[in-house]
């Protein structure tokens, strides 16, 4: 079956430490986007990438970082800069940055901070 | 910036009924809107997209209305089933690049 996993499905992280969310997809998709809920919220994007090895900042990249080595992969690091990191992530994916496209949502994952 | 504003935030209807559920959106100039539906601790589904140019679309039970010139799209849900319980966003695309979301409604359908 074709789409998108991330890993784990919940997540719990210490004050200061550094974590990673995995986000892997197998629908040949170029750009691929991390956002974040929060309860009662709307998903804010915090960074997207339009093919390997390019990437940008969303709205809210502070205290977050990303890589994309391989097409299929795009992973999130929560470092111990962000301030309020307790939150469900969402991985989404499109055939291309083209504001035409549909996004394709991984399941998410739930990260609480201890 | 843009801001999208969804109206009701919940809503709790009998079974079988039709619904609407309401997005509006601050600037016109969009590229497309889109609904997903999202279950409790879940990732979201796309719905339906519409394209700016177009007026609705239609998937099986859900028929999705743009008006662009008024910034306000439409979702309406045939005889609703409990099965249909869940939250629905909206969400459009503008001049960045990437998807301005509504908060959502939380739909409830009782048997």
Redesign the interface.
């Known amino acids: 079956d074709g789409g ?1 996993t ?1 890993s784990p499905k919940y997540l719990f992280r210490k004050e200061g430490q550094n974590v990673t969310l995995s986000c892997e997809q197998n629908l040949n998709h170029d750009a691929m ?1 991390w956002y974040r809920q929060d309860p ?6 915090i960074y ?1 990438s ?1 093919i390997v090895n390019d990437f ?1 900042k ?1 709205d809210i990249a502070e205290g977050y970082s990303v890589s994309r080595e391989k097409k299929e992969s795009f992973p999130l690091t929560v470092t111990s800069a962000q301030k309020n990191p307790t939150a ?1 992530y ?1 991985c ?1 994916s499109s055939t291309e ?1 083209n ?2 496209d ?7 994952t ?1 990260l609480t901070v201890l | 910036k843009q801001e ?1 504003t969804q109206i009701p935030a919940a809503l709790s209807v009998p079974e079988g009924e039709n619904l609407v559920l309401n997005c509006s959106f601050t600037d016109s100039a969009i ?2 809107l ?1 609904w ?1 539906r999202q279950d409790p ?6 719905l339906l ?1 519409i ?1 700016s140019s177009q007026r609705e679309q239609t998937s099986g039970r859900l028929n999705a209305s743009l008006d662009k010139s008024s910034g306000r799209s439409t979702l309406y849900i045939a005889a609703s089933q409990p099965g249909d319980s869940a939250t629905y ?1 909206c ?1 459009v ?1 503008g001049s960045g ?8 409604t939380s739909l409830l359908v009782t048997p």
Request: hydrophobic share 35%; aromatic share 20%.
């Open positions: 998108i991330q986007y009662g919220q709307g998903l804010r994007l997207y339009q940008q969303g469900f969402l989404a940055l504001r035409g549909t996004q394709y949502f991984g399941p998410g739930r | 999208v590229y497309n889109q997903f601790g879940k990732g979201l589904t796309s997209l394209q966003l969400a695309w690049y990437a998807l301005n979301f509504g908060k959502g």
